[in-house]
């Protein structure tokens, strides 16, 4: 896997550096970009949310570079022989790496972190090193080499706790963990860096759920859902919480959406990125619908915090609405362990991340 690896990053090397003059030569416009393709760096492609988003941009042809430490495995396997991808192993926090990761590239999809709180918490100086003290060197670096647009996966954590029936971008951002508030961090910085020519774009995303390549085991949606099938019950934690969601198909059309859209459409712009708000009793019912035959177990719980946010805004602006259920999330997953997809669901350290990060001694 190292060699085939190396092989694509020296051959897309030689591939873009000879054209991206060429681009910017033909000043190449935002239509441009949406038939021809743009050449795009994924931070974290092989992540949860990035292990589906690459073979869709590979597939609406464009050319994808992607940098990731590749420690939940061989994620990207099934598109590792395209032509337009170029694997980069290694370190977001390794400036030499990202420079060569950025040549040729036109655009950013930054989707690498420490994700959740609960894994930031395990070490909170690797998740600051990580989330936010490469940050801004990433962003610079980007605006070096050429980069035209840099898309920004946020968090709808960042709000913190809100007493707002609707939860709009408009409000103040009051983060209860380091995890929160360094995304509000970087959301300052990239912003602070707009310039013509370089369109910046953050994205708030609610808690994705569904079927990856990269499955996550340690998300409501599919906990509940990993708890039905494989363990013949759902343990609920208090119920009354509400939590945002949003089906994993349709986050990662909004990053084609937002890669190809006109760059003042989405330059120096904040968009929420969910669908349903729910409290977690309703969803545990989805799941006994879907899965059949399965008690529910409430347990009492004294966090009872509830996250909501409204999208109306990137559906207003954007036109982006998204088309998929929390029911179409729990029976791709449902499907996905029937099929034996998901070996060893219940113990593997691959599906969740802090049992992953102990067992690297990721530091």
């Given at each position: ?14 591939r ?5 003059q ?7 416009t ?6 021809g393709?743009?050449r795009?760096?994924?931070t ?7 292990s589906?988003?690459?073979?869709k941009?590979?597939?609406a ?5 992607v940098?990731d ?7 990207l396997a099934?598109?590792?022989d ?8 290694g370190?977001?926090?390794?400036a ?10 036109d ?6 972190c420490?994700?959740?709180?609960p894994?930031?918490e395990?070490?909170?100086g690797?998740g600051?090193s ?8 990433l962003?610079?670096?980007?605006k070096a080499?050429?980069?035209?647009r840099?898309?920004?996966?946020s968090?709808?954590s960042?709000y ?6 609707e939860?709009t971008?408009d409000?103040?951002?009051e983060?209860l ?11 300052s910085?990239?912003?602070?860096e ?5 369109a ?13 390549p ?5 998300l ?9 099938v ?5 343990r ?13 198909a ?6 084609l959406?937002?890669l190809?859209?006109?760059?003042a ?6 968009f929420?990125?969910g669908?349903e708000?729910?409290p ?9 619908d879907?899965v059949g ?14 996250y909501?946010?409204n999208?109306?805004?990137i559906r207003?602006e954007?036109?982006?609405a998204?088309?998929?259920?929390i ?12 099929a034996?997809a998901?070996?060893?669901?219940m113990t ?12 690297l001694?990721?530091?």
């Amino acid at each position: 896997m190292v060699r085939r690896t190396e092989r694509q990053i020296a051959g897309a090397r030689g591939r873009s550096a000879g054209s991206q003059q060429a681009r910017k030569t033909q000043g190449m416009t935002d239509d441009k970009a949406a038939k021809g393709g743009r050449r795009v760096l994924v931070t974290g492609g092989a992540g949860y949310v990035g292990s589906v988003l690459v073979p869709k941009l590979l597939a609406a042809g464009h050319e994808v570079t992607v940098l990731d430490l590749f420690i939940y495995g061989d994620t990207l396997a099934r598109v590792a022989d395209h032509p337009d991808l170029r694997q980069v192993r290694g370190d977001l926090r390794d400036a030499g790496l990202v420079a060569g990761a950025l040549k040729g590239c036109d655009s950013v999809i930054h989707l690498a972190c420490i994700s959740n709180d609960p894994s930031f918490e395990l070490d909170p100086g690797l998740g600051k090193s990580i989330n936010h003290d490469a940050f801004l060197p990433l962003v610079r670096a980007a605006k070096a080499a050429g980069v035209e647009r840099f898309i920004y996966a946020s968090s709808s954590s960042v709000y913190g706790i809100k007493q707002d029936a609707e939860v709009t971008e408009d409000l103040d951002l009051e983060p209860l963990t380091d995890y929160s508030r360094f995304k509000a961090l970087c959301e300052s910085e990239l912003m602070a860096e707009r310039a013509p020519g370089f369109a910046v774009l953050a994205l708030r995303p609610a808690t994705v759920c569904g079927y990856s390549p990269r499955l996550r085991l340690d998300l409501t949606v599919n906990i509940l859902t990993n708890h039905a099938v494989n363990n013949g019950r759902i343990r609920v934690f208090g119920g009354s919480q509400k939590r945002p969601n949003i089906h994993i198909a349709d986050m990662t059309d909004l990053y084609l959406h937002c890669l190809t859209a006109p760059a003042a459409a989405i330059d120096g712009k904040i968009f929420n990125a969910g669908y349903e708000n729910y409290p977690v009793m309703e969803i545990a019912e989805m799941v006994q619908d879907v899965v059949g035959g399965v008690p529910i177990e409430v347990v009492p719980s004294d966090d009872l915090r509830s996250y909501h946010v409204n999208s109306d805004k990137i559906r207003r602006e954007l036109g982006f609405a998204p088309a998929h259920t929390i029911e179409q999330a729990v029976r791709d997953l449902r499907d996905a362990f029937q099929a034996g997809a998901v070996p060893d669901p219940m113990t593997d350290p691959l599906y969740y991340n802090i049992k992953r990060m102990q067992e690297l001694r990721l530091s």
